[in-house]
């Protein structure tokens, strides 16, 4: 099949009922629902540059994102079909309850919208999340009812520095390693 060619009605369809079973059960944290959607688990996350690879790994992030928002959810915005994927796109939501990655706690609420393709194998196995969102705009949203103007709330900004840095700080190396499309043909 070319770039150019889209699958056949049936299987656009077997897809987006997996991207869309798949998106509800982690909005529902149906994590074993979600990992049968996978032959190997595979998240990559540009915003961050971090790779969660198989299921130890991907059962990791998602303790460390529903400890810090346990009630993450998505709301469809759209989703669009392509050769080799399914784009979504959605409004990413959740309440800032427990640390994220060394950033404490705030209380408040963040919508963020984010865009998601899921790319599918020549066996139509779903082989990778790969996540496109942007970091300030949740921190903003998490940040903006803390008073910067008193002294109680410096030690919680300092915490929060030091976890945007770590949240940063080494890109995954296979995120790094591109190889630019043929497009000759």
């Known amino acids: 099949m070319g770039r150019f060619d889209l699958p056949d009605p049936e299987t656009l369809r077997a897809r987006e009922k997996l991207v869309l079973d798949h998106?509800?059960?982690?909005?529902?944290?149906?994590w074993d629902d979600v990992l049968s959607t996978f032959p190997h688990p595979y998240y990559?996350?540009?915003?961050?540059?971090?790779?969660?690879?198989?299921?130890?790994g991907v059962r990791g992030y998602w303790a460390e994102s529903r400890g810090a928002f346990p009630d993450q959810n998505h709301e469809l915005i759209s989703l669009r079909h392509c050769p080799d994927a399914v784009i979504v796109e959605f409004w990413l939501t959740g309440t800032h309850l427990g640390?994220?990655?060394?950033?404490?706690?705030?209380?408040?609420r963040f919508r963020m919208r984010m865009t998601a393709s899921?790319?599918?194998?020549?066996?139509?196995?779903?082989?990778?999340?790969?996540?496109?969102?942007?970091?300030?705009?949740?921190?903003?949203?998490?940040?903006?009812g803390l008073n910067m103007k008193n002294p109680r709330n410096w030690l919680w900004l300092i915490r929060a520095l030091r976890g945007l840095s770590k949240m940063s700080s080494t890109p995954d190396p296979r995120l790094l390693d591109t190889t630019p499309p043929d497009l000759s043909h």
């Open 23 to 30: 998106i509800h059960d982690e909005g529902t944290q149906q």
């Open 118 to 144: 899921f790319i599918f194998d020549e066996q139509e196995n779903l082989v990778c999340e790969r996540a496109y969102f942007d970091t300030m705009t949740m921190l903003r949203q998490l940040m903006g």
């Open 44 to 56: 990559e996350l540009i915003a961050t540059m971090r790779v969660y690879d198989g299921e130890e």
């Open 99 to 108: 640390p994220l990655n060394g950033i404490p706690a705030t209380g408040q």
